[in-house]
């Protein structure tokens, strides 16, 4: 089923919300939830909505009265409101996300059915608002040469592409919705309205605009409604020119969100980011930037010869090992002699380790905030600490949110992210298969051997042999690969492997140890590399199987699966690679950790 949200930025409204609410149960049950932003209403407008009672989920968001007092453009706090709202979206991932103006309301469920049929970036849909010379669609405008936006009236048909659109209901698609380019604050131009400008930024990125004049939504205007700039002003009966002064006042677009101090606590095997492939290392490194961009002071705590994140700091744990064959339980205890002095001023200390010594200061100082994000699938060592506090425990996804919650932990899953754009796309493939990952039994390269021998194509097998547990097995894989169709490369580069990844005809995933997440597999998908996996852990939730790759029971179905490769676009593969960036990632920490903060902890 299409998931589909509705969003509403709810202003002084109460009057109007019975009717709003009747036109929503016509869209019923078609969206899956509705979010409305309240902002600053001195009418009844919270009882309506907490009295009228939808067949699906609402949900109230509320926003600081006195950021709609900040400024005298209007469409700056609106913008505010549109933010909130739109990163709600990106963090509930819905197929399509419909922004309705308070003002308006739909008429029927053919609102979604029309726009969402279209599968376009962004349509609006026309409203219409009767004036002495007639209906006038307040939405569609062309640019001439000087460069002027001026309005046109004359739209009937079902799909138009207008230079630019101002619509009272905008239909965003889930690619642009997780476009973390293209927002609604701060407003650009500064001086023009928050649906306005977005579309300008998404023009600016490629995306199209386009307005279905077939879709019809009434405009409902409350008594003593303030004159909107695209209205016919009843005095001089001239229409307001769409551009607003601008005021040149000052907004804090970080009223409500505190930047955080934040503290990642890496492992000591490897460098961060690491040179070579791992995965662990590499998602606390994409963590620190994420969370850097978002303006959040990151401290990081890895080994010697990591690098510092962009404006942050780095604390370093001792020296990396980059081998298995140690005690881990021992590297990590002294890896809290560096930490210990530089934890007590964050507001939360964030652990992607292996036994948790972020719990030991916790131990010592009750009031320090702490998470920890396990990336395997063990965690009875953790009891020890269970009986003392909250442990804040974080899958990387709902396959190891059961196995802990068959431990006896709770946790709350988020899903690890990668920085798409170091991926590059391509299109075209080689016909050669590949196999990335570490060169153990658990990741099991000898059975993607077995596939592209039975399916009589060339295989890359890249992976580490240093971080491993059992040599006499890298040698037995090592025999399997003749150099000509099976090719034994060995540890690379992160640029090499991007190289192999977007050439590969297919990545091959045959793990059989219960995968906790699977990152390889975004990976492939980023550079339109569609893989191939065994039925293994948490890569079902990754690989929409017989979309962006294949899920398969056995190694036949893998050679069988190979065949088919061409039925899946590589287009495809990109785009849901993106709804795993790390933008994203950050900005689900960022909730947890403001849950954390606040005493919701689990």
């Known amino acids: 089923m299409t998931k589909i949200i509705v969003l509403v930025p709810v202003y002084n409204c109460g009057k109007k919300l019975p009717i709003f609410f009747n036109s929503l149960y016509d869209l019923a049950p078609q969206p899956s939830l509705y979010v409305f932003a309240e902002n600053n209403s001195q009418d009844d407008t919270l009882q309506q ?9 609402v949900i109230r968001v509320w926003f600081r009265k006195d950021a709609a007092m900040l400024s005298q453009n209007r469409y700056e706090p609106i913008a505010h409101v549109r933010q909130l709202l739109l990163t709600f979206a990106r963090n509930y991932d819905p197929d399509y996300a419909i922004f309705l103006d308070s003002d308006i309301y739909p008429r029927t469920k053919e609102l979604i059915e029309n726009l969402t049929r279209l599968k376009k970036d962004i349509v609006g849909g ?70 306005f400008g977005y579309c300008l930024q998404a023009q600016e990125h490629g995306y199209k605009v386009f307005l279905d004049g077939i879709t019809r939504l009434e405009h409902f205007i409350p008594e003593n409604m303030p004159i909107k700039p695209w209205s016919r002003n009843v005095f001089t009966q001239q229409y307001e020119p769409f551009f607003y002064e601008n005021k040149n006042v000052e907004i804090n677009s970080n009223i409500s969100n505190k930047k955080l101090r934040i503290g990642l606590l890496s492992t000591r095997f490897f460098g961060v980011p690491p040179s070579g492939y ?17 303006g959040h002071e990151v401290t990081l705590f890895a080994p010697k010869g990591s690098q510092s994140p ?164 890298v040698a037995e894989v090592k025999k399997l690969c003749d150099g000509k169709q099976i090719r034994f490369i060995g540890e690379v580069s992160q640029g090499e492997k991007i190289k192999y990844l977007k050439n590969a005809k297919s990545l091959l995933i045959p793990s059989q140890f219960g995968e906790p997440f699977g990152l390889i597999s975004i990976e492939a998908m980023a550079c339109g590399t569609v893989p191939i996996a ?39 593969c990109r785009i849901r690679a993106q709804e795993f960036s790390r933008e994203k990632m950050a900005h689900e920490y960022v909730k947890l950790y403001r849950e954390i903060i606040n005493g919701q902890e689990w």
């Open 49 to 57: 909505i907490h009295r009228f009672k939808l067949p699906n989920k």
């Open 126 to 195: 026309a409203y219409l608002r009767a004036f002495p010379d007639g209906i006038w669609l307040a939405s569609k405008w062309k640019t001439p040469n000087d460069g002027e936006y001026t309005l046109h009236r004359e739209i009937q048909k079902s799909l138009d592409e207008p230079s630019m659109t101002s619509a009272g209901c905008m239909c965003l698609s889930r690619k642009i919705i997780q476009d973390k380019r293209v927002n609604f604050y701060p407003v650009r131009p500064a001086n023009a309205s928050e649906d």
């Open 278 to 294: 791992s995965g662990l290392e590499q998602v606390v490194w994409d963590l620190a930037c994420g969370l850097d961009n978002l």
């Open 310 to 473: 962009p404006h942050g700091k780095l604390v370093e744990i001792g020296d990396a090992y980059h081998t298995c064959a140690i005690n881990w339980l021992g590297a990590e205890l002294g890896a809290y002699d560096f930490l210990k002095d530089d934890v007590d001023n964050l507001d939360v200390l964030h652990g992607h380790n292996w036994f948790g010594i972020e719990y030991l200061r916790k131990a010592r100082n009750m009031g320090l905030h702490v998470a920890h994000t396990h990336h395997g699938l063990n965690v009875s060592w953790f009891n020890m600490f269970k009986q003392l506090f909250k442990l804040n425990m974080i899958s990387i996804s709902d396959w190891t949110k059961e196995i802990f919650a068959k431990q006896g932990f709770n946790a709350r899953r988020c899903y690890n992210g990668v920085d798409i754009d170091r991926y590059q796309f391509q299109q075209e493939k080689k016909d050669r298969l590949m196999f990335l990952g570490r060169i153990s039994r658990s990741k099991a390269p000898d059975i993607a051997i077995k596939v592209a021998r039975k399916a009589g194509i060339g295989l890359d097998v890249i992976g580490s042999t240093n971080f491993v547990d059992d040599l006499d097995y």
């Open 534 to 572: 065994l039925n293994d852990g948490a890569l079902k939730e990754i690989i929409k199987d017989g979309q962006t790759g294949f899920i398969c029971s056995s190694v036949d179905q893998m050679v069988a699966r190979i065949k088919e490769l061409e039925l899946i676009d590589p287009k495809a």
